[in-house]
């Protein structure tokens, strides 16, 4: 038996955060052009900025709650149990590729600390840790979920009722 999924998540409040900001941001920058061209100059890439966190935020939540586009077409035709063993298989491949991908944005965190925005008075390295903590936030999902997945497929078979 699963237990249900929570409504809300920190990555889902978080993004909803984000789209907050996105919005607000970008709404200045618009007001101040429509009058003449007097938008504060950091507007621009701060939008930037929240864009990008909020892609690679949001990603987490949309493993939390499976939303990512699946092709299904040949695991359905499958015995469950085989259908899960493949996706659990594919969940391995990808934690796999996301440490290695991590580690490369590690490195570019760490390459970019000493530089500095153009606009905002944060280094650029902020920019890029978008995408290992969101990588590490989807990770923690995705290991959440095969963890769930391993004691659904050790579980014993329940007996199924037989339906008229």
Not at 122 to 144: D, E
């Amino acid at each position: 038996m699963t237990t249900p999924m929570r409504p809300y998540s920190l990555e889902g409040s978080l993004s909803a955060v984000l789209m907050a900001v996105l919005v607000l941001a970008t709404a200045i920058q618009v007001i101040g052009r429509s009058a003449g061209g007097l938008a504060p100059v950091w507007t621009e890439e701060f939008a930037r900025w929240i864009w990008i966190w909020l892609v690679f935020v949001g990603a987490a939540e949309v493993e939390r709650t499976r939303g990512s586009l699946r092709m299904e077409l040949v695991l359905n035709k499958l015995p469950e149990r085989v259908g899960r063993a493949v996706n659990m298989a594919i969940d391995l491949v990808f934690c796999a590729l996301l440490v290695h991908l991590i580690a490369i944005g590690y490195a570019m965190v760490m390459r970019t600390a000493s530089y500095s925005s153009v606009t905002l008075p944060v280094p650029t390295a902020w920019l890029y840790a978008a995408f290992p903590i969101g990588g590490i936030l989807i990770l923690i999902r995705v290991a959440r979920r095969l963890v769930g997945d391993a004691r659904a497929f050790n579980a014993p078979q329940a007996d199924r009722a037989e339906t008229p």
